[in-house]
C-alpha cells in the first residue's frame, strides 16, 4: 500500500478489474456448486448469467441468490487486498456488476427479473459498503514505530 503521490497506471487498474472479476466468478462457481449443485442433476452457465434463475418461487432459485450474495461479501474481502483502497472500492464493485451486466446481456438477453435486479442492486451495495469499511479500518490503523 502506497501513501502520496499515485502514478496513474492503467494496465495495473486492468489487471485488477480482471484478478476481481475472476475471483468472483471463482467464488460464485463454488457457492453456486455447494448450494445449487446438490439440488439440480446438471450445473451450467446458465445458474451464472440466465437472469430467470434468479427467483424466490423455488428453494434452487434462494440458493442462487444466497450464493450472488455470499459471493458480494467474499469480493470485499478480495478488494481489501487487491484495491487496498476505500475512495476505489466503489468504482471497483461497480466494474464488476457492469461487466457481469454485460455478460448477461450476452448470455440471455435483457434481464426483464426485478428480482434479478434487486438481487444485483444489493450484491453492489453489499460489496461497495463492505469493502470501503474494511479498507478504512486498515488505513485507520496504527504505523507501527519500531
Known amino acids: 500500500m502506497f501513501y ?3 502514478v496513474w497506471d492503467p494496465w495495473l487498474i486492468v489487471a485488477q478489474i480482471v484478478c476481481l472479476q475472476c ?3 471463482l467464488t460464485l462457481g463454488v457457492f453456486l456448486s455447494f448450494l445449487v449443485g446438490t439440488r439440480v442433476s446438471r450445473m ?13 418461487s423455488t428453494v434452487t432459485g434462494w440458493c442462487v ?7 458480494s461479501i467474499a469480493g470485499a474481502g478480495y478488494m481489501l487486498y487487491l484495491i487496498e483502497r476505500a475512495k476505489k472500492c466503489l468504482d471497483f ?3 464488476l ?3 457481469h451486466l454485460f455478460i448477461c446481456l450476452v448470455y440471455g438477453g435483457w434481464p ?11 450484491g453492489v451495495a453489499l460489496m461497495a459498503l463492505l469493502s470501503e ?3 478504512i479500518r486498515q488505513e485507520l490503523r496504527e504505523i507501527p514505530m519500531m
Open 112 to 122: 426483464s427479473s426485478i428480482t434479478w435486479w434487486v438481487v444485483n442492486g444489493t
Open 23 to 25: 475471483l468472483y466468478y
Open 97 to 99: 456488476y457492469i461487466i
Open 133 to 135: 469499511y474494511l479498507c
Open 65 to 71: 441468490i444466497a450464493s450472488f450474495l455470499l459471493s
Open 4 to 6: 502520496g503521490v499515485v
Open 93 to 95: 464493485s461497480a466494474t
Open 44 to 56: 451450467s452457465l446458465v445458474y451464472f448469467f440466465d437472469f430467470a434463475t434468479v427467483t424466490t
